[in-house]
């Protein structure tokens, strides 16, 4: 049949389409932050690596897009910081707000001794694609788009590989070691059965987009008033706005309408009232379910979980991206020269959480101080008056205090730099 449709004779059924087989030493899932990073640190050390993306694309408007010093110092320190520098971006120094009226300066970057002192706004899918066109010298990587993990293939009690879906027809990778970096709702963590650890957050995100004027301008990256929060970032030609509701209160405000919701926003944020049209419906509002979770183990024999898929984290500091990145590159350098062998053992794979586990929980820490003693007061319903914590009016009154929160922000605690090696070329 010229026109390609599948005739079916009466009393047979069309047969499912042919399983494919493929293996590789490595088989990462996800190709966010964490996955794609760590791909291009493989396949940049010759190991031969499959990442599955189960999207075909990787436009997702709700992923974070802070890329701070740390990331921007393994960049360089991969020689890409330059092509990657050219890539459309909005740089952040300080870090300023209003809470409750008051002005304050939460962060200046400038105080940093480091060569990229600035957080670089830049959306996730240019980061990723930047990655993915970096990486398409490398023989050895290979990214695979729209292929959808849903299983995982086990020989007795060690994960062998992943079973896939794409378009053409199911897919079986087996591998010598597999990694999870496919976030937070990670399907390869369900089916290893690696129990989450919840620690919980009291907020949600509504995320949207707001056209901008060529001449608005504004300094101001915070605001706090009673019951209300919002954080606004400059996109160059829109500002991406992220308001924050009580945990569980995106229905009480659907509720209110529409209007209700944009009025509270041009009312915190009188810039975004030229551009606030662009919100039409609550179809243009994304809900952003924040959570702060981790795993107490990261590893099955012949599997680790990272980024994400190990420990999620609140959007406060917008240090998730960075982390990804961090484990990404400490997972590089402890194994990167063990996978061209084989399959490290177990004990191997969890010197990974060993090394990332404290930056881990201490960032989370810091975050859920951040929630409970600022975000949660803020968001409590009524009009009482705010008032500044004293540390904030300290770090405002003193600055070079600034510098504390600016390093803990822009560089983490205990930042991974590229020890893994790349393979030599002809």
Request: charged content about 25%; overall charge neutral; aromatic content about 6%.
């Amino acid at each position: 049949m010229d026109s390609g449709e599948l005739i079916v004779e009466p009393g047979t059924s069309p047969q499912p389409p042919e399983r494919r087989f493929v293996k590789v030493r490595c088989c990462i899932v996800g190709g966010g932050p964490a996955g794609m990073m760590l791909g291009y640190l493989l396949g940049r050390a010759g190991i031969d690596v499959v990442v599955l993306e189960k999207h075909a694309d990787f436009f997702r408007d709700f992923r974070g897009d802070t890329v701070h010093p740390s990331t921007l110092e393994v960049m360089d320190e991969l020689g890409l910081i330059d092509g990657f520098l050219k890539l459309p971006h909005q740089r952040l120094q300080k870090m300023d707000g209003l809470f409750g009226g008051t002005h304050v300066r939460i962060a200046d970057l400038n105080r940093l001794h480091t060569k990229y002192p600035f957080i670089a706004f830049m959306p996730q899918w240019d980061f990723l694609n930047f990655l993915r066109e970096a990486g398409a010298r490398f023989a050895s990587l290979k990214v695979m788009m729209s292929t959808e993990a849903v299983d995982l293939i086990r020989r007795g009690e060690t994960i062998a590989g992943v079973r896939a879906t794409t378009p053409e027809r199911p897919l079986d990778i087996e591998a010598d070691l597999t990694i999870a970096c496919d976030g937070r709702h990670s399907i390869v963590r369900e089916r290893a059965g690696l129990k989450v650890e919840e620690i919980g957050a009291p907020m949600d995100v509504l995320w949207f987009r707001v056209g901008r004027r060529a001449d608005g301008t504004e300094n101001l990256f915070a605001r706090i008033e009673p019951g209300k929060m919002m954080v606004t970032f400059d996109r160059g030609d829109y500002w991406q706005c992220a308001y924050v509701i009580a945990k569980g209160q995106y229905e009480a405000v659907k509720a209110r309408g529409l209007q209700a919701l944009l009025d509270d926003v041009v009312r915190m944020a009188p810039v975004l009232r030229s551009g606030i049209g662009d919100v039409k419906s609550f179809d243009d509002v994304k809900l952003l379910t924040v959570a702060i979770n981790r795993l107490p183990h990261w590893t099955r024999p012949g599997l680790l979980c990272i980024g994400d898929a190990a420990h999620a984290m609140s959007p406060v500091g917008g240090v998730g991206v960075n982390l990804a990145v961090q484990d990404a590159v400490a997972t590089a350098n402890l194994l990167a020269d063990k996978i061209s062998r084989g399959c490290p053992c177990e004990a191997e794979l969890d010197a990974i959480r060993a090394r990332r586990e404290f930056p881990v929980k201490m960032t989370q820490a810091m975050q859920v101080v951040v929630q409970n003693h600022i975000i949660s007061g803020a968001l409590k319903p009524g009009n009482q008056p705010l008032k500044v914590p004293l540390i904030i009016r300290l770090i405002t009154a003193v600055p070079w205090l600034q510098g504390i929160p600016a390093r803990l922000l822009a560089l983490g605690i205990r930042p991974e730099h590229v020890a893994s090696k790349a393979a030599q070329t002809p």
